[in-house]
């Protein structure tokens, strides 16, 4: 049973950072694309970024390119998602995924994040 648990969500002030953490487990995810994505209040869930776990290729949504960082921890089957210059429209609820072929599959529960300006 594949099992993808967020955390590290919170309250921050624009300009500030957060690094969300994901933590997979139930199978090996070598073969697995893994991502986050988000989703604001009225709007619906878009990509944010997404890494391949086997060597590390990454790519990003124009949108926070320069500011997040997406990366992973093999030893810990962990991904992360470091946050930095953080907006007022990077507030949503941030969800981890996985794929291991063309579709997401798993999903986690997601964790907030909410910038004030």
């Known amino acids: 049973q594949v099992q993808l648990v967020e955390s590290g969500g919170g309250l921050v002030q624009a300009g500030g950072s957060l690094r969300l953490s994901c933590a997979a487990s139930?199978?090996?995810?070598?073969?697995?694309?893994m991502g986050w994505f988000r989703q604001a209040p009225g709007k619906e869930r878009e990509f944010v970024a997404r890494i391949r776990w086997s060597g590390g290729a990454t790519y990003y949504v124009d949108s926070v390119k320069g500011r997040f960082t997406i990366s992973r921890d093999s030893a810990k089957n962990t991904v992360y998602l470091q946050m930095n210059s953080l907006k007022a429209e990077d507030t949503a609820l941030y969800y981890c995924a996985a794929r291991p072929g063309g579709d997401w599959i798993y999903w986690g529960q997601g964790t907030q994040v909410t910038v004030s300006s």
């Open positions: 139930g199978r090996t995810f070598t073969n697995y694309v």
